[in-house]
């Protein structure tokens, strides 16, 4: 006798749901990602907004700061980009030189010749001078095509200045200028919150009717639009704040400048708790002793995240296009002089073998009298290449380290696991206690703090400052004197 099954359609249909999210939670379980697919329209969550970008109009999306750009993928052959107003742009796809478009407005074809069938990377910048408004009403793909996630990296620098950070007078600002060129060597996005003729001080000397950077960097939009919105500092965050400005403030006093900028930095500070700020001295030198002391002044009132940057003979006259503004080789000799200066603040230290060169004296780390055996200790030396002074720096993740001797194939560590101020520091087997992890952050100039994982104390040349002698000995206190920091270099 056969038995007679009725299932209703609904039935089956609430069963295949469940079974279809059991599916899922169980894939999503095992780390994999759901990758969406895109039609490069303005929402389209694959493309990436780079800079002040403004998303209220859902047709077009703009930003109104110089060197704003988009990152996307796309699949297919062609792609042509969408524009609601006439500007200069600057594309870029995949590892292709920029292509400058002058005056381009409606739609664009980045792709005159076709391309390879296959997946792209693009990026689009926007750069000219005095009009930094770039409209972006999406883009339009192959039949078929679609867009994906391009990389961007974790980390950003914010620039502000003038007419020098813009790249003002050159065909390609500003994806030529030092701000930009320096940012890509990096390998980090960057903003360039920065305009032509822009002073520091609001209303005052020749500016009197003009706001500065002191009020318009806290806005959505440039000089140009001195109604502007104020900027919703909450959509992204800088890990670092480059500022180079004071070429345009002709007629301040220096009592004004100097508190101008020391509140300036204060603004910054509270929109940006966590960054690390660089104050730079004007190419020019204009306002140098000024903006030293307001960068001391923040220091002196504990904040120990700005750091000064002097540009001294960076570049001479040769480097100028009217003896102000840098010429694309000027920007390319500064980015190259900023970017060893930055790079321990945006990239961390990277993997490798380097002799440790302590900062006040100049010398070498070295394992005394190159023993091999565990409990050998260490000290300075005059540095002679031997393998004794080479040590293996391997991440264990964020900033903390594992630093190992070449020589000896042992641990740097503080003896015994110490927490005492004056415990040596030797070589021993590796056992990965904390006493053989290190933390290493940057200071300035390209110098390191190196602290000890268990005790929170800085590994220093014995003696402080004073003691410039080779032997003295490396041990570990409390402090961020030159003697306790240390610079990795090629061996």
């Given at each position: 006798m056969k038995t007679k099954y009725t299932i209703h359609f609904s039935q089956l249909v609430s069963h295949l749901t469940r079974q279809w999210l059991v599916w899922m939670v169980a894939f999503l379980a095992l780390g994999a990602t759901i990758v969406s697919a895109g039609n490069g329209a303005v929402g389209d969550t694959n493309i990436k907004y780079l800079g002040r970008w403004v998303f209220t109009n859902s047709a077009q999306y703009s930003s109104y700061w110089g060197g704003a750009y988009i990152k996307v993928n796309f699949s297919g052959t062609t792609v042509k980009i969408k524009l609601g107003n006439t500007s200069n742009y600057h594309a870029k796809i995949d590892n292709g030189p920029w292509i400058t478009y002058t005056n381009a407005s409606g739609t664009l074809n980045l792709t005159p010749t076709p391309l390879a069938n296959g997946t792209h990377t693009l990026s689009v910048a926007q750069g000219k001078d005095y009009d930094y408004i770039f409209n972006f009403q999406g883009l339009i793909l192959d039949a078929g095509a679609t867009t994906s996630l391009p990389t961007v990296a974790p980390n950003l620098i914010e620039y502000i200045g003038d007419s020098i950070t813009t790249g003002y007078k050159d065909a390609q600002a500003d994806v030529s200028d030092y701000a930009w060129v320096c940012s890509e060597s990096l390998g980090v996005e960057h903003t360039q919150i920065a305009y032509p003729g822009i002073a520091l001080v609001s209303g005052f000397g020749v500016n009197a009717n003009k706001t500065g950077m002191d009020v318009q960097y806290f806005k959505e939009?440039?000089?140009?639009?001195?109604?502007?919105?104020?900027?919703?500092?909450?959509?992204?965050?800088?890990?670092?704040?480059?500022?180079?400005?004071?070429?345009?403030?002709?007629?301040?006093?220096?009592?004004?400048?100097?508190?101008?900028?020391?509140?300036?930095?204060?603004?910054?500070?509270?929109?940006?708790?966590?960054?690390?700020?660089?104050?730079?001295?004007?190419?020019?030198?204009s306002w140098a002793a000024e903006t030293l002391w307001a960068a001391n002044a923040r220091i002196a009132a504990g904040d120990t995240k700005v750091h000064y940057i002097n540009t001294t003979n960076w570049l001479s006259a040769g480097d100028f296009v009217d003896g102000l503004h840098p010429s694309v080789s000027g920007h390319i000799k500064a980015a190259n002089l900023l970017k060893p200066i930055l790079a321990p603040y945006v990239a961390g230290l990277a993997n490798g073998t380097y002799k440790l060169i302590v900062r006040h004296s100049g010398l070498a780390l070295d394992v005394t009298a190159q023993h091999t055996t565990n409990g050998s200790p260490t000290q300075q030396w005059t540095y002679n290449g031997g393998n004794n002074q080479r040590w293996t720096v391997t991440s264990l993740g964020g900033t903390t380290y594992k630093i190992v001797g070449v020589q000896s194939g042992r641990t740097l560590e503080v003896a015994g696991s110490s927490t005492a101020n004056g415990a040596i520091v030797d070589i021993w087997d590796s056992t990965g206690g904390a006493n053989q992890k290190w933390n290493i952050t940057p200071t300035d100039s390209g110098y390191y703090s190196v602290i000890n994982v268990n005790s929170g104390k800085a590994m220093e040349v014995l003696g402080g400052v004073g003691a410039t002698q080779p032997g003295a000995a490396v041990d570990q206190w409390s402090g961020t004197q030159f003697n306790q920091q240390w610079s990795f270099q090629a061996p």
């Open positions: 939009r440039s000089q140009k639009y001195t109604n502007s919105p104020a900027w919703d500092f909450t959509k992204y965050t800088a890990k670092v704040v480059v500022i180079n400005i004071g070429q345009n403030d002709s007629g301040d006093t220096v009592p004004v400048f100097e508190n101008d900028y020391t509140n300036f930095l204060a603004g910054i500070r509270a929109k940006f708790p966590g960054a690390d700020i660089f104050v730079m001295r004007p190419f020019s030198g």
